[in-house]
């Protein structure tokens, strides 16, 4: 500790325990030789025959009866790593030594126990600046608002508070009379221009004369530390000062840090940068984890980092003014130590490395994103991550600034621009941009139709993805059953790609309402999925939703249920919870408690996956409309009428802008309405919707689809429920607009599937 923080634990002692010693000794403990005097200085001040004593008196004096262990000696400022203490504590088992240091090794001297002080409280914080400015109080709400965001700038750091507070007062003695002081907001807007000017400065401290400024104080611990744990601070001052993932650097060590895509060339002296990266993560080219925890442990000794474990994984932090001066004094290597944490960053994006692809998020602002020094390898990679976690405004602009490099050379449509135009593709689909996401990849296959490139059915397996969200069923099984052929006769039936047209293939049966084929395809895609990748892949976890929601769709709800409840269970653990795979099953589950009339833990759930959606995607993704949606219908279930007809009025309306009135989420919105409507008693209202979505669904996954005969009788029942008078002449008109009668059709039906698809296990 330094500075304020010094001064607290020394003034708290004096304040608290003072009256209980006969003696207080202090000593200016930064060396052995101040230590010497000062102890020398305190015995020969004693008078009474030690005016001749020398500092090895002082300690026999202490360890004696003279005082009767009524003594306090202050051993302050033990910074320095190899001062020996040991030699000047007194012999003795009476009397308080109180050591104040900024090396956390010392408090190991501690017979029962030490302090460690943290960050300051506010309060606390906003006192010192106060007191340091010699301002006794702040007169107004901006002085008030000025105060608390410079507290906020400087990370409540003690010794940065004390020297601000001490400028403003310094500065506001050569103002004018009419603006008496030099504001906190002006020291502010200093401090973004001169930081490192300013954090050097050597002023006083009007609270305890200390003379060192904030980077002066970090000089003198970063100089106790050995010259490996020096390269590391180094290397990690460019990451996001917050949750640096120790087991980040493992895995780049483990991957030899390769890039995961190798779209260009790397240039000549990047060799060299791995080099680097290797002397300073490696024992004999291998990650040491003793290793790597006595680097942690020198730097934390200094209180130049801190650390923190959740689950399991160990996260490195650095005081956002640390991190500062460990930037600002590596000037001259910069752009090196820039480019190895970018590296890190780059190799964990790995697939394989999908576990700590969460805690990478922070890091890629800073090193990636918008970063002109990026390669097109760091973006393309960054930008897998990014689109993974729903950041797809972020993927997008990194999609595109690799594509920009990439058309650059004469051969623009090689493989590596067109492989990067389905990513940017692929960002676009999941954004709900199915459009451009359309547009993009029939460009594409355009492009490979020309080569008669061997890709071109894998950019069809991607253009069917964008099918399946738009619920255009038909139109992707066709695509996909030429991506798994393709698959299966060039990587094999086992290949993590054929696996995944497999599993979008059984999608598309299952919204064709072929059940039992997608039933059967995606049991077997599961079973390879497990022997290949495990139990805890996320396409594993991906193939167990797809099944989850065939069973449901199969009227099949407690199976349904079951593995839901577990898949969501394992991916808040693997993923996190704000993965919108996790935030996915999370809608599913609640849709299935729904069906089981658990409707309260249904809105439970509803309720947090509309809140996750709402503030990572948007209020008007088509994944927030759904979340809104089955709220809606939840509300609708448990006879909260009013509720769900506002909701699914709003959800409607943004769908038929958003999705286009075809659209299957569209269409299911009209008929959660004319759901609400029938309940309400509003059967006309009702009628005229039911009707509509028959039409369009009949035009949209014709005659025979499942979700086309229960909107039938949906739209039956609404009938018979209104007047007779009424529904009556709507029944001749529909036997005269329609060739097949209602009744027949519905008979065509009952016949074609069995009880147990109409009549839920539940039910």
Not at 672 to 684: D, M, P
């Amino acid at each position: 500790m330094g500075g304020c923080g010094k001064t607290q634990m020394v003034s708290y002692f004096l304040q608290e325990k003072g009256s209980m010693y006969e003696q207080v000794i202090f000593t200016d403990a930064s060396s052995s030789s101040t230590i010497k005097e000062d102890l020398q200085a305190w015995t020969r001040s004693l008078g009474d025959g030690h005016e001749e004593d020398v500092w090895e008196d002082a300690l026999k004096i202490l360890a004696g009866d003279l005082h009767h262990g009524g003594w306090l000696m202050i051993l302050d400022n033990a910074d320095d790593p190899t001062l020996d203490l040991i030699t000047f504590l007194p012999k003795c088992y009476k009397g308080t030594v109180l050591i104040t240091s900024r090396n956390r090794d010392t408090g190991q001297l501690a017979n029962t126990h030490h302090l460690e002080l943290g960050e300051m409280e506010r309060g606390e914080a906003l006192s010192v600046l106060l007191r340091a400015a010699r301002r006794q109080e702040l007169q107004s709400p901006d002085e008030i608002e000025n105060a608390q965001a410079l507290i906020e700038k400087l990370g409540f750091l003690a010794v940065a508070l004390v020297q601000a507070g001490c400028y403003c007062h310094q500065q506001s003695l050569t103002v004018s009379a009419e603006r008496p002081y030099f504001t906190f907001r002006q020291y502010a807007t200093l401090f973004s221009s001169q930081r490192t000017e300013l954090m050097t400065k050597a002023e006083p401290s009007l609270l305890d004369n200390y003379k060192v400024g904030a980077y002066t104080a970090f000089e003198i611990s970063y100089e106790a530390v050995p010259e490996y744990a020096k390269h590391f601070l180094q290397l990690v001052s460019f990451f996001h000062h917050g949750n640096i993932p120790l087991v980040a650097f493992e895995t780049a060590v483990g991957l030899h840090f390769r890039d995961p895509r190798g779209f260009l060339p790397r240039p000549d002296d990047h060799t060299e940068l791995l080099s680097d990266l290797e002397r300073l993560l490696c024992i004999e080219e291998r990650w040491n984890e003793i290793y790597a925890h006595e680097i942690i442990r020198k730097l934390r000794s200094f209180s130049l980092i801190s650390a923190s474990s959740i689950s399991n994984v160990v996260f490195l932090h650095l005081h956002p003014l640390v991190q500062s001066w460990a930037r600002d004094r590596s000037s001259s290597g910069q752009k090196q130590y820039q480019r190895m944490a970018r590296q890190v960053v780059t190799v964990c994006c790995y697939d394989a490395a999908f576990r700590i692809h969460q805690h990478l998020l922070s890091h890629f602002d800073g090193l990636i994103i918008r970063n002109g020094e990026a390669h097109v390898n760091d973006k393309m990679a960054a930008g897998s991550v990014l689109k993974e976690f729903a950041r797809y405004d972020d993927a997008e602009v990194v999609y595109n600034e690799a594509l920009e490099i990439l058309r650059v050379p004469v051969a623009h449509d090689n493989d590596a621009t067109l492989d990067a135009m389905l990513s940017l593709a692929s960002a676009y689909c999941e954004h709900g941009k199915w459009d451009a996401a359309e547009a993009l990849q029939l460009e594409v296959i355009d492009r490979y139709k020309i080569r008669e490139s061997p890709f071109i059915a894998i950019a069809k397996g991607r253009l069917a993805t964008t099918y399946l969200h738009q619920s255009r069923f038909s139109e992707a099984k066709e695509l996909l059953v030429q991506d798994l052929d393709y698959a299966i006769s060039f990587r094999g039936k086992t290949h993590q790609n054929t696996l995944r047209a497999a599993g979008n293939l059984a999608a598309a049966y299952a919204g064709l309402g072929l059940l039992s084929e997608a039933e059967e395809l995606i049991l077997e895609t599961l079973e390879q999925r497990k022997a290949v990748l495990g139990d805890e892949h996320p396409d594993t976890m991906s193939a167990v939703g797809t099944l989850a929601d065939i069973y449901r769709s199969q009227g099949r709800i407690n199976a349904s249920e079951k593995l839901d409840h577990e898949l969501l269970q394992q991916r808040r653990r693997l993923l996190g919870k704000q993965h919108p795979h996790t935030i996915l099953t999370m809608a599913t589950l609640a849709h299935t408690y729904n069906l089981m009339g658990e409707h309260h833990r249904s809105e439970e759930l509803e309720l947090e996956v509309l809140e996750l959606r709402t503030r990572i995607l948007g209020r008007g993704h088509p994944d927030t409309l759904r979340a809104t949606s089955d709220l809606a219908q939840s509300y609708c279930e448990m006879g909260r009428y009013n509720e769900a007809e506002r909701l699914e009025l709003e959800v409607l309306e943004q769908s038929r802008n958003v999705l286009g009135v075809d659209h299957l989420n569209t269409i299911l919105a009209m008929g959660n309405l004319a759901t609400t409507y029938t309940s309400q008693g509003r059967f006309n209202d009702a009628r005229k919707l039911w009707f509509e979505v028959w039409n369009r669904r009949y035009r949209v996954q014709g005659g025979r689809h499942p979700d086309t005969t229960t909107t039938l009788l949906d739209l039956i029942i609404c009938i018979i429920l209104m007047p007779w008078e009424m529904g009556k002449s709507l029944f001749v008109k529909g036997f005269i607009k329609y060739p097949v009668t209602l009744w027949r059709i519905c008979a065509e039906y009952y016949r074609s599937y069995p009880a147990s698809f109409f009549v839920t296990e539940t039910g």
